[in-house]
């Protein structure tokens, strides 16, 4: 019996030291080029930015079915890894063989280079075989794994919370409702109200917009913990930084103060640029090129200085001193909007920025209070060119300070039982935060619309594919 040759990717085959007498590749074609006596075949199977070039001799047996070389068309082809005479690249493919797999013929979309963002969006089946998505879905991919590799350097736990949950964390009634009702006649209550009580849960229940109160539980348990997954947000903004279905890392930490919270988050953002600084070098320097000229020389900027840190009050005094005409104003006691965050991080400090302390009037029930009355125990990183990638604070372990604050809010201590219980049982200092995965992403490669991060965009109005 023939052995079979394995498969080779085309990042490995460009990788090698040596040449290779026999190599199978599989892929989809990139371009194909004809010129005497040979044809040029560019192939590229996504495991890296670059392609592999094949030379076909025209006196390969086959050589009529060239013509169904085309671009898109998904090929399989054996030969010699042999150096290359031309320019720009250590290996070629000498073919001895070559098979079309699946063809495809001139209505493939992708036949020339140069779509807009906008167009490759309507055909996200087919733009992850573009450079650009190829790149962006690359360092998407790396910077998982960094995630990952960061939390568990540090023994931090993993922990799976809920999608499907009954509480709204952020309390801003963002929340996508989860029913098995029939949406004609749902089970009404004497009210006249819809009865949740009927439904699956037999309680009114959402997609979770965090996992935080959950992890909370955890870090209760096992002192350093983090979630990683998605979260779901039904908030009506068309910004080129909100999705309506976003992934979220949020790492909770028991005997923890806001400080070593702001910290660990500076550390982390560090890390993980520095990560993909390390290991996504060949797809940045795509973003480089075409996307953001400045984005290396920033990434490195951010990695090796400190980030700046300044509290709400202070910040809103910058904002008011600045002389700048903002649309929102800035006045104490008002969230800051995504123009103030970016006056700060790009026009005053020119570097990322931690802002803490926030009005106890627009942060959620859970952040501690502190001791002025007026503040709670909040952090919001902003960077360059997004504003907030991450958002945190230290939390209220007090009993009574939380059922106070519950009250405050409107939420009642029946819903929150457990979560009050954590307070009364080896009640702790703990702290957290969250990191907008996709905004993340954004300021690593500099790309500017968050549809453009993640596979597959939930966005108002837009749930394609
Ligand atoms: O500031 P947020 O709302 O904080 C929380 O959800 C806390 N429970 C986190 C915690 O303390 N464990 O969201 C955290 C981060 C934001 O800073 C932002 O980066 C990202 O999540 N984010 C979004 N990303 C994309 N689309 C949206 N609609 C987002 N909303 C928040
Ligand atoms: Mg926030």
Redesign the pocket.
């Known amino acids: 019996m023939k052995m079979k040759t394995k498969r080779t990717l085309v990042k490995a085959a460009l990788g090698r030291e040596e040449s290779m007498d026999s190599i199978l590749i599989k892929g989809w074609v990139r371009t194909r080029r004809d010129s005497k006596g040979f044809s040029f075949v560019e192939v590229n199977d996504g495991s890296c930015l670059k392609n592999i070039q094949v030379i076909v001799d025209a006196t390969w047996p086959d050589y009529a079915k060239i013509d169904e070389v085309t671009t898109g068309a998904a090929i399989s082809v054996t030969g010699e890894l042999a150096a290359s005479l031309g320019k720009g690249q250590k290996w070629e493919i000498r073919a001895s063989g070559l098979e079309v797999l699946g063809t495809a013929d001139s209505s493939y979309p992708l036949q020339k280079k140069g779509h807009g963002a906008e167009y490759l969006r309507e055909i996200a089946h087919l733009r992850p075989r573009s450079n650009m998505f190829g790149c962006i879905f690359r360092v998407r991919n790396r910077l998982a794994f960094a995630v990952h590799n960061f939390f568990q350097e540090k023994e931090f736990l993993y922990v799976h919370t809920p999608l499907i949950t009954a509480n709204d ?2 309390g ?1 009634g ?1 929340l996508f409702r989860v029913s098995s009702l029939d949406a004609k006649s749902p089970p009404l209550n004497d009210a006249g109200e819809v009865d949740f009580g009927e439904d699956f849960f037999a309680r009114p229940t959402y997609l979770a ?5 959950e ?1 909370e539980i955890f870090a209760t348990a096992f002192s350093n913990v983090y ?1 990683f997954g998605p ?1 779901f ?1 039904a ?1 009506n ?1 068309n910004t080129s ?4 279905e ?1 992934w ?1 890392i ?3 930490m028991a005997f923890c103060d806001l400080e070593g919270n702001m910290d660990l988050a500076e550390e982390f953002v560090k890390y993980l640029i520095a990560d993909i600084l390390k290991n996504c070098q060949e797809d940045l320097s795509l973003f480089a090129r075409f996307v953001d000229k400045g984005l290396l020389n920033r990434l490195q900027f951010v990695v090796d200085r400190p980030f700046k840190r300044v509290s709400y009050t202070k910040a809103i005094e910058l904002l008011q001193k600045s002389g700048k005409k903002f649309e929102f104003p800035v006045d104490y006691g008002a969230n800051l909007q995504s123009e103030h965050e970016r006056y700060l991080a790009e026009d005053h400090f020119r570097c990322p920025v931690t802002v803490y302390d926030f009005p106890k009037e627009i942060k ?1 029930f ?1 952040m501690r209070s502190n001791d002025d009355g007026k503040t709670v125990g909040a952090m ?2 902003l960077v360059p060119k ?1 504003g ?6 230290q939390r209220e372990e007090r009993f009574d300070v939380l059922s106070e604050n519950l009250k405050h809010h409107g939420l009642s201590e029946k819903d929150y039982w457990w979560y009050l219980e954590l307070r009364k049982y080896g009640t702790v200092e703990h702290s ?9 992403l954004m300021f690593v490669t500099g790309v500017a619309n ?1 549809r453009d991060v993640i596979p597959f965009a939930r966005t108002p109005g837009n749930a394609e594919f």
């Not at 957290?432 to 993340?440: A, K, P, Y």
Request: include cysteine.
């Open positions: 964390c952020e801003a963002e917009v965090s996992g935080q109160l992890a979630t979260t947000r908030e903004s930084r909100h999705a309506s976003f979220m949020e790492p909770e959620p859970y919001d990183l997004i907030e990638i991450v958002g945190g604070s957290g935060f969250g990191l907008g995965f996709e905004r993340m968050i």
